[in-house]
């Protein structure tokens, strides 16, 4: 039940902190939060949510509404290094920093 988002271009650290607001949470409560979550990262996770809510119902036959988060792993991904030309022929490094995220519901009923 899981779903994966992979070489995404977002750092590990900023997409770690609108992660960390919905670990633990239903997953319908945790789409409604990031809807209205004015960070890169929010539709980002919004979207994979939505994905391990519908591989959840679609292949292992659970409902929406007894899906909770059980684990949000943000990974570093591969870096992009680019150069900054500055004077007198020099360089500066520029990092770009990718991430892999996954999302892993499971399903509470109300006696768990």
Request: hydrophobic share 35%; net charge positive; aromatic share 4%.
């Amino acid at each position: 039940m899981k779903s994966f988002l992979r070489q995404t271009r977002i750092s590990p650290k900023k997409a770690n902190l609108i992660a960390q607001m919905v670990r633990k949470m239903k997953a319908s409560d945790a789409v409604d939060i990031l809807a209205f979550t004015p960070k890169k990262a929010a539709p980002l996770l919004k979207k994979l949510i939505e994905s391990a809510m519908a591989n959840a119902e679609n292949n292992f036959k659970q409902e929406k509404d007894t899906l909770h988060i059980k684990e949000i792993i943000v990974n570093e991904g591969p870096t992009y290094k680019r150069r900054n030309m500055i004077s007198r022929g020099r360089s500066h490094p520029i990092l770009k920093r990718t991430s892999h995220i996954t999302v892993t519901p499971e399903s509470k009923t109300s006696n768990n």
